[in-house]
């Protein structure tokens, strides 16, 4: 059915799901939501399944018009929310009748917030997937961002009473300055003096950010005597973090598959979250884990992300 | 026995990677070892693996640590590589790609050829007459990195990337050759294009190939290329 007619599309607002697995061997990057953490807890609040379609917001926020009564959710980066000029809260779910203006203000603190509805938005599947890559134009709305009088389909919510929110200590703080907690490698036998560098300095996010990746600026990060950044190219992982020629690393993302230049060090999953979060200026820290903290650390994320729908849905049925 | 390593390299990529490099060189020989790999994987399934990504010199193995570990992949992937003789694999396929090579398809086609002191129907000879090996596919949505280029085609890429390169253009870039399957920017040296939707996601199989398939050439001209344009709309 018809839920929204887009009034104001927002900068870069995409529908997005969990990701399009199993063709980065054709070269198709995973995409999907980059905060996992508040894209599910949007789905998990209007009671749809984990990788249910919604909005991935970039900034600033839609205008939307509500077209049919359903429930919404709206999580991630900090922005003033409204229904008709009335401030809503953000993490709890809430109903819209047909008429009602959903819009929101610039974020204050974070990048991307997550707009999920009861039923989740309905565009076709591309390979398994509804998540928009725009640089392979697929997925989401024929590949592309939203655009004014866009119309969206959505599925039917099972109930318009599941008014709940997410307890405030089980969301995620915002900071300006974060660290990044990585894994050396796969290339860090590229480097010595280097990875000091790498791992005693502050770099700050630039500008040049998107879901492709983050171009840091710090101190030059060079390789070893007679050793080339260049190598033959081979795929990547998102939270790669790649030095190309001019020694400033790029943490490499969602929307890349292949990449040619030396990896330093790669993100652990669990922080994934806070670099779809991290502003350009914010600052940025490298911190070395060995594989048993990092699989320690990975079990402690999945697990928080498995209590989300118990702290949820407990409060629903009491 | 150029580059082959005698025993694979396991690189740590962050909780959830690992590449398993079996050489350090582009070459037939370390890619047949790869391909037959991908597909003994493919076939046994170890437990806890997501995605197996073939690259020119490497395996990219994505897997969920909390189905497996490390070292229970060494493992599978060692018992793996002593049984590999007993491994039936699938031959590579030969996919032929046909080309309107030059004019306004091919902008770079004289460079090239002044570069060589070739002439222009010198290189459509050249590069058509000769089979290429997809080592890898990225970059974009089906963009195949193919070796086999001959020596006297080598080309340096361009100096300032074109912003624009249209779907189905075919380019050189130094011992490279390939195929841009979508619109997107690109540095290749142009030389001609196919009408053939190379990635086409509404298609059951969105790809005509995958990587360890051979590629040719096939030399078509203007007519032609708008004949199986016009074919492919209807």
Known sequence: MDLFKVLEPGPFTTIQDSG?????????????????FSYLAANVLVGNPDDAAGLEITFMGPRLETLSDTLVA????????????????????????????????ASSKGVRAYLAVAGG??????????????????????????????????????????????PEDLRPRFA??????????????????????????????????????????????EPKDGVSLSIISEPSLSGAVQIPSDGQPIILLVEQTASGYA?????????????AQARPGDKVRFERVDLTEAHQLHRDYRSILNHLRDAIEGQNSA | MGGLFDKAVFRLVGDRGVIVEYGDEISPEINIRIRTMAAAINEEKPAGIVEVIPTYRSLLIVYDPLATDLKS?????????????????????????????????GPDIEFVAQAHNLTVEDVIRIHSGALYQIYMIGFTPGFPFLGGLPEHLKTPRLETPRPLVPAGSVGIANNQTGVYPIDSP???????????SLFNPSRENPFLYRAGDMIKFVRISQEEYNRIMAEGKT
């Open chain 1, 20 to 36: 399009r697995y199993g063709y980065q061997q054709f070269g198709i990057p995973v995409s999907g939501a980059l905060d996992t």
């Open chain 1, 74 to 105: 709206v999580t991630g980066a900090e922005v003033t929310l409204f229904v008709n000029d009335q401030p809503q809260a953000m993490w709890a779910s809430f109903r819209v009748r047909r008429g009602d203006v959903i819009s929101m203000k």
């Open chain 1, 121 to 166: 938005l309905l565009v076709p599947k591309v390979m398994g997937s509804r998540s928009t890559y725009t640089g392979g134009k697929i997925g989401g709305l024929d590949g592309r961002p939203l655009a004014r009088g866009d119309r969206l389909n959505g599925g039917s919510p099972v109930s318009l009473d599941r008014i709940v929110f997410l």
């Open chain 1, 176 to 221: 300006t300055e974060v660290t990044l907690r990585v894994l050396p490698g796969p290339q860090d036998d590229h480097f010595d003096a280097g990875l000091n560098v790498f791992f005693s300095s502050v770099f700050t996010v630039t500008s040049k950010a998107d879901r492709m990746g983050y171009r840091l600026d710090g101190p030059i990060i």
């Open chain 1, 263 to 275: 990896k330093i060090a790669t993100i652990i999953t669990a922080d994934l979250d806070v670099v």
């Open chain 2, 73 to 105: 992949l060494e493992d599978a992937l060692q018992f793996m590589e002593g049984r590999l003789d007993q491994l039936e694999i699938p031959r590579p396929r030969t996919v032929e790609i046909p080309v309107s090579y030059g004019g306004d398809f």
């Open chain 2, 186 to 196: 690109g540095g290749w040296r142009l030389i001609g294009r196919t009408p053939l």
